[in-house]
């Protein structure tokens, strides 16, 4: 009898990843909408829904650096019915920025899939008086502590890249944070803030119409949207890769036979043609890894950012 019951709960979690999912699913996005996590939300939901005949709730809870709409997920039943769409922000540089976080990242939550990567790119408002890279980092020496930037809040990606790029170049750039890129970027339209490192998403539409001037990228590579824009590592700062990783996560606890089915189902939907198309109109890599795979990710990507932090002095208010 006592191989009864972990024989029949085997049975039940089988039975319950293969009816995934009998009901809409919410996937939260821990920042405000119109950033890159709620773009490829939006996405890839779309097609879910199409292929399971379910609704994929896009639910937006910005705030507090993410960290309010990660913790609410990390507390969810572990049922597949509540899930976390969330950059390396949340998993890898929060840990190391805040004192005290209400979950562990690593602990707390369970890898689903990698949805895709990207790049960021340093952009201006026209009014600033730059036509390149060179020209901001002179202009910024000239005025400390008079050009600013925005960013999706603190501890996030755009944050710290921008931090990293002050500590290496001894620059002195206010930090202007704001509830995500759905803020931050009207923002710099508006010229409340100077620039701010942005993926394409959340900037396409003013890269086309001339409203932002484009002035470096994150990675290593440059883009295949944006050929002409260089590196920061090639501008003079050796080594510089923020790129960001945008993944499904889910509550920890979740039976391995359903991560499984949700992992392969998100998956799925990313590869198909149509999403793999779009994503790579707004300059996204789309991935669709397996659990183990982005788990493996998010733990070395802990450890990185661990370093990045504690070297660009990067600590929350």
Do not use: C
């Not at 707004?282 to 183990?292: C, K, M, N, W």
Request: glycine share 10%; aromatic share 6%.
């Amino acid at each position: 009898m006592k191989f009864l019951l972990p024989l029949l709960l085997a049975i039940s979690s089988i039975a319950a990843a293969q009816d995934w999912p009998s009901k809409p699913v919410r996937m939260v996005v821990p920042y405000a909408a119109g950033g890159l996590p709620d773009t490829m939300a939006r996405i890839v939901g779309v097609r879910l829904a199409e292929a399971t005949g379910q609704q994929f709730v896009v639910e937006n809870r910005g705030g507090a650096g993410g960290i309010s709409g990660t913790d609410a997920v990390a507390k969810s039943a572990p049922d597949g019915y509540t899930l976390l769409v969330a950059d390396v922000g949340q998993i890898a540089i929060n840990p190391h920025v805040y004192a005290k976080l209400p979950y562990d990242p690593l602990n707390d939550l369970v890898g689903v899939t990698l949805l895709g990567t990207t790049s960021l790119f340093l952009v201006a408002h026209p009014d600033v008086p730059v036509a390149s890279f060179a020209e901001l980092v002179a202009l910024a020496r000239a005025r400390p502590g008079r050009l600013n930037y925005g960013s999706s809040g603190t501890g996030s990606i755009h944050h710290l890249a921008t931090e990293a790029l002050k500590a290496a170049l001894k620059l002195d750039i206010v930090h202007v944070p704001y509830k995500g890129m759905g803020q931050a970027v009207p923002a710099l339209l508006g010229g409340q803030v100077s620039m701010l490192f942005s993926a394409l998403p959340a900037i396409e539409g003013q890269v086309k119409a001339g409203k932002v001037r484009l002035l470096a990228i994150s990675t290593p590579r440059r883009s295949a949207q944006a050929p002409e824009v260089p590196t920061v590592a090639e501008l003079g700062v050796p080594g510089y890769d923020f790129a960001p990783e945008i993944g499904v996560l889910a509550p920890a606890g979740m039976p391995p036979a359903l991560v499984a089915r949700i992992s392969a189902e998100i998956a799925k939907a990313v590869r198909a043609p149509e999403v793999t198309q779009r994503y790579q109109q707004l300059g996204i890599d789309a991935v669709g890894s397996t659990p183990e795979s982005y788990g493996a990710r998010n733990r070395a990507a802990y450890e990185r950012y661990a370093e990045v932090v504690k070297a660009s002095g990067a600590k929350a208010e």
